[in-house]
T-cell receptor
Framework: KQEVTQIPAALSVPEGENLVLNCSFT??????LQWFRQDPGKGLTSLLL?????REQTSGRLNASLDKSSGRSTLYIAASQPGDSATYLC????????????FGKGTTLSVSS | GAVVSQHPSWVICKSGTSVKIECRSL??????MFWYRQFPKQSLMLMAT?????????EQGVEKDKFLINHASLTLSTLTVTSAHPEDSSFYIC???????????FGSGTRLTVV
């Protein structure tokens, strides 16, 4: 059964720092991997989706990489801002495309000004 | 992009009553929707998979008689928490995948408090 782990569980940084959030998974036979952001008491906002055939995806200050063979993905946030403070979740389909997502426990990021 | 609307965003109910939560796909048809539950400081846990026109598939440990799911159309799935108790208080969130898009879209969630 696929398991998803995110490290660190929490992270506090000053504004302007570059940071890396880590996600690991046990079964490398994945269809894709998706990074989400969740603000307190809110739903999930999709940040980046990486297909299994891709190595990375970029959106603005965010860059997500995928290494299937090692079962790892990283989310890189450049020049962090207080508005980036949120919980970041990594998720993968439990099976083939269209199946439910399995989530990591998330990394809670706090960026201070 | 694909949008999923979830209502209500929060609800407070008395113990023993039932609460219905709606999840709608606004600009696409979703034959399958997913219902998740999230406890404070925990990640999302899948409760059930809602299939249009057929019975929902529940995860192990989820009481199907307590959490009734109806997916009567291609754009609407509902979750009814029956005879709610304080331990059912949680954050419930639905999700769907637009067939034209690879990723999943989530509703804004419903905070249920049972008093």
């Amino acid at each position: 059964k696929q398991e998803v782990t995110q490290i660190p569980a929490a992270l506090s940084v000053p504004e302007g720092e570059n940071l890396v959030l880590n996600c690991s998974f046990t079964d490398s036979a994945i269809y894709n991997l998706q990074w989400f952001r969740q603000d307190p008491g809110k739903g999930l906002t999709s940040l980046l989706l990486i297909q299994s055939s891709q190595r990375e995806q970029t959106s603005g200050r965010l860059n997500a990489s995928l290494d299937k063979s090692s079962g790892r993905s990283t989310l890189y946030i450049a020049a962090s801002q207080p508005g980036d403070s949120a919980t970041y979740l990594c998720a993968l389909p439990s099976g083939q495309a269209g199946t439910a997502l399995i989530f990591g426990k998330g990394t809670t990021l706090s960026v201070s000004s | 992009g694909a949008v999923v609307s979830q209502h209500p965003s929060w609800v407070i109910c008395k113990s023993g009553t039932s609460v219905k939560i709606e999840c709608r796909s606004l600009d696409f048809q979703a034959t399958t929707m997913f219902w998740y539950r999230q406890f404070p400081k925990q990640s999302l846990m899948l409760m059930a998979t809602s299939n249009e026109g057929s019975k929902a598939t529940y995860e192990q440990g989820v009481e199907k008689d307590k959490f009734l799911i109806n997916h009567a159309s291609l754009t609407l799935s509902t979750l009814t928490v029956t005879s709610a108790h304080p331990e059912d208080s949680s954050f419930y969130i639905c999700s769907a995948r637009d067939p034209g898009v690879y990723g999943y879209t989530f509703g804004s969630g419903t905070r249920l408090t049972v008093v």
